[in-house]
């Protein structure tokens, strides 16, 4: 069981910027791939990125190309997005999740973050 906490959200003026934690802890942590979901109200959940853990390849959602950038720090076992140029329609809960093969779906997920931006 992989255990992961999400930080970093908050109240933020269009524009601004954020960047979100997510720390994994457990059994010793390997995965193929940590991606980044949001759940605005209302909505569904939806994906934002991904990154492969070993090679650091990233893959974004339409929305999020060009303002969002994901990245990881193997040796904290720890992924990050930054979200910049932030707008009203980004206001969501952040999840990150993982991926442990990729013949498998995110299994493991965070308790999400939550990203409000207004003025």
């Known amino acids: 069981q992989v255990q992961l906490v999400e930080s970093g959200g908050g109240l933020v003026q269009p524009g601004g910027s954020l960047r979100l934690s997510c720390a994994a802890s457990?059994?010793?942590?390997?995965?193929?791939?940590m991606g980044w979901f949001r759940q605005a109200p209302g909505k569904e959940r939806e994906f934002v990125a991904r990154?492969?853990?070993?090679?650091?390849?990233?893959y974004y959602a339409e929305a999020a190309k060009g303002r969002f950038t994901v990245s990881r720090d193997k040796a904290k076992n720890t992924v990050f997005l930054q979200l910049d140029s932030l707008k009203p329609e980004d206001t969501a809960v952040y999840y990150c999740?993982?991926?442990?093969?990729?013949?498998?779906?995110?299994?493991?997920w965070g308790q999400g973050t939550q990203v409000t931006v207004s003025s």
């Open positions: 457990g059994r010793t942590f390997s995965t193929y791939a």
């Open positions: 999740a993982a991926r442990p093969t990729q013949f498998q779906d995110y299994n493991d």
């Open positions: 990154i492969r853990w070993n090679s650091g390849t990233t």
